[in-house]
């Protein structure tokens, strides 16, 4: 897997750095499970982290995006965009993988800016993260609550300030809690929609989904139509 070079800071026009966490394939998005298969719901959430990764990359705030995963498939389609990929080395749940992430980046530039952000964000916008990141640069920590009001969706931290990322559950209150700002960035759909259940994604593909993802659900429903019975009329 790729590892990170030391280099200097980039300018403000691309200065964040973000880390985005993806579990092994067999094992996400579980709480499709009452309408997918497991084979379908690994694809789904590898499309939706190749969506969420190729938009983030196209934003013009992004630096770089390290994606912190021990899948080797889902790395490599990652690495493939462009995305830095390290191994989940503390294999300790998802905060932990999200701080791995951010001491890999730090290690190479201490006084970088960070955010955390979900894999699962079929509708990203790179215009839409550019708005939310640049409300997040006037706090030393803040976070994006996701379209249910109850999680995160992102999280930030500028340069030299602490990252202590509190997802999972009801994320939104613990990461208020914590002394993280709450961004009111405007509308930002996108940013917001993270995909757990069969109503999120229905939202998601409302607001229109990135190209993998709708390559993905495109085969789906192929996968589902029924198939023209042969005629069994003796010929003419």
Known sequence: MATMRTEPDAGPAASW??????KPLVLAKSRLAPALDGATR???????AQDTVAAALACAAVRDVVVVTDDARA?????????????????????????HGAR???????????AALNADLPALR???LERVLAAAAAHPRAFLADAAGIGTTLLAAAPGAPFTPCFGGPSRARHAAA???????????GVRRDVDTPADLRAACE?????HTAAAL???????APTPRASTAPPG
């Open 17 to 22: 750095s973000l880390v985005v966490p993806l």
């Open 218 to 224: 495109a085969a789906l429903r192929e996968a589902a």
């Open 104 to 114: 890999t980046v730090r290690a190479a530039r201490p006084r970088a800016a960070l």
């Open 207 to 211: 607001l229109g989904p990135g190209p």
């Open 75 to 99: 790395g490599a389609a990652l690495a493939a965009l462009g995305a830095r990929v390290t191994e989940d080395t503390p294999a300790a749940g998802l905060n932990a993988a999200l701080a």
């Open 179 to 189: 002394g993280a700002v709450e961004l009111a960035p405007g509308a930002v759909p």
């Open 42 to 48: 690994a694809r789904l959430a590898l499309a939706f």
């Open 126 to 128: 790179p215009a839409e």
